[in-house]
């Protein structure tokens, strides 16, 4: 289960293209797992996305982040429930490592 704001939701899944795009504002909760990276921390992650041309940001707010990842789906931190009631956008760990190829 993702955890996305309803305005999302009810136009169709968002994919990490359409949020990841340059410039974009990322925030990173948890610590991630990839059979290819292994584990991953917050400070390798927020270099992935900076490599990438993103922005990574310590802190989640509606109006300075534009995207938050999380560790794994169905995530109920706080991060990710800030970003829901936010209306920020969320994609996993997953989907961003896909997206960074």
């Known amino acids: ?13 968002i994919s ?3 949020v990841l ?5 990322v925030c990173f909760s948890g610590t991630a797992h990839s059979p290819r ?3 991953l921390e917050k400070e390798q992650l ?3 996305a900076e490599a990438r041309g993103l922005r990574a940001v310590a802190t989640l707010t509606k109006t300075r982040t534009d995207v938050l ?4 789906a169905g995530s109920q931190s706080t991060k990710a429930k800030n ?3 936010r209306e920020n956008p969320v994609i996993t760990a ?3 490592l896909e997206w960074v190829g």
């Open 37 to 39: 990276h292994g584990w």
């Open 83 to 85: 970003a829901a009631r």
């Open 21 to 25: 795009v340059p410039g974009a504002r």
């Open 16 to 18: 990490a293209a359409d």
């Open 69 to 72: 990842v999380v560790a794994e």
């Open 1 to 13: 289960m993702r955890v996305l704001p309803e305005c999302f939701e009810a136009t169709g899944p």
């Open 46 to 48: 927020h270099a992935m």
């Open 94 to 96: 997953e989907e961003f």
